[in-house]
């Protein structure tokens, strides 16, 4: 059971801005622990694509950027395109469950 | 560029015990600074993390899965491995390692291609 609440879908056109939500709660994201966003395209592994609240790894494209604020936090996607299509996932630290804990997800869709 | 591959068994019969090594290539487990975690994902879900170790030897897990799980390491062969007990179909998942960050609530920089662990008699 996930305790980092996502948005099942969301959708935009070729060159659109979308947003993804993580809302969490004070035992994670609002106990300060940073969150990490991970891209997993079809039938692979998880890729790191931005870790503590907004920083991105050695080559992840500037059009991925992070936020976060009180118990949510927040990936963006500017000048979306057709290769972004994926799921992504919201990560923290859970001090009341003493565990890593993951988003439920959100697939991206370009349409 | 560091890199970590997932080998063992794809299927186990209900009851016995799964049993994995990650194998990591790029980078000495034994040079110490991160921690090394395994992560599975059931079919069409979401992930789940199932512990770390340290390459000290120190180990963390999920306290949900804590009763079953059991994470080694060689620092000789640079791997480390998973042990999970008493399977069950709910425990049919695609399994993954990854490297942890540098500090405890680090990020997973690196990961394992995967590898599909079925639970079936």
């Known amino acids: 059971q996930s305790v980092l609440t996502q948005p099942p879908s969301v959708s935009g056109a070729p060159g659109q801005r979308v947003t993804i939500s993580c809302t969490g709660s004070?035992?994670?994201?609002?106990?300060?622990?940073?969150v990490h966003w991970y891209q997993q395209l079809p039938g692979t592994a998880p890729k790191l694509l931005i870790y503590g609240n907004s920083n991105r790894p050695s080559g992840v494209p500037d059009r991925f950027s992070g936020s976060k604020s009180g118990t949510s936090a927040s990936l963006a996607i500017t000048g979306l395109q057709a290769e972004d299509e994926a799921d992504y996932y919201c990560?923290?630290?859970?001090?009341?469950?003493?565990?890593?804990?993951f988003g439920t997800g959100t697939k991206v869709t370009v349409l | 560029q560091v890199q970590l591959q997932e080998s063992g068994p794809g299927l186990v019969k209900p009851s016995q015990t799964l049993s994995l090594t990650c194998t990591v290539s790029?980078?000495?487990?034994?040079?110490?600074?991160?921690?090394w975690s395994w992560i599975r994902q059931h079919p069409g879900k979401g992930l789940e993390w199932i512990g770390y170790i340290y390459y000290s030897g120190s180990t963390y897990y999920n306290p949900s899965l804590k009763s079953r799980v059991t994470i080694s390491v060689d620092t000789s062969k640079n791997q480390f491995s998973l042990k999970l007990s008493s399977v069950t179909a709910a425990d049919t998942a695609v399994y993954y390692c990854a490297r942890g960050g540098a500090t405890i609530t680090g990020p997973f920089d690196y990961w394992g291609q995967g590898t599909l662990v079925t639970v079936s008699s």
């Open positions: 790029g980078g000495s487990i034994s040079s110490g600074g991160y921690y």
């Open positions: 990560q923290s630290y859970d001090s009341s469950l003493s565990r890593y804990v």
């Open positions: 004070s035992s994670n994201i609002g106990a300060g622990y940073d």
